[in-house]
């Protein structure tokens, strides 16, 4: 079964997507996304209550998904959240001349303990 507009709420990191709030067999909540996915990692059914359930299918003893299953990709990962993707890496050349930039800094002293 697919979910309908009505199942499906926004993200609450504001990435403007819609997503699926389920539960997992361990009871935990697990927002996947709002479209089934073929490679999705998440068996994910209605139950006879109205709601939504998802199973792993990544475990090894994981059975296959079931007819009455769609497959889902979890929604808070880096290639599903937006807001979770790394921000663009800063342009060289942008910092004014006097100020240091710490992370280059830093890589430069790790290279020159591991002397
Ligand atoms: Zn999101």
């Known amino acids: ?3 309908t507009r009505h ?23 697990l927002a996947v996304d709002a479209q089934p996915s073929a ?6 059914m209605k139950n006879g209550l109205g709601r939504w359930i998802s199973r792993s299918l990544d475990g090894a003893g ?6 009455y299953e769609h497959t889902f ?13 790394p921000a663009q890496p800063e342009l060289p050349g ?8 710490i992370g280059a800094r830093r890589a430069s002293a790790r290279r020159r303990t591991r002397r």
């Open 1 to 3: 079964m697919r979910p």
């Open 39 to 44: 490679d999705g990692n998440q068996a994910v």
């Open 62 to 67: 994981a059975l296959p998904p079931s007819p």
């Open 94 to 101: 942008l910092l004014p001349t006097n100020v240091v930039r």
């Open 7 to 29: 199942d499906l709420t926004p993200c609450p990191n504001g990435c403007g997507e819609r997503i699926l709030w389920t539960r997992t067999e361990h009871g935990e909540r």
């Open 73 to 85: 990709k979890p929604h808070f990962r880096k290639s599903g959240c937006a807001k979770l993707r």
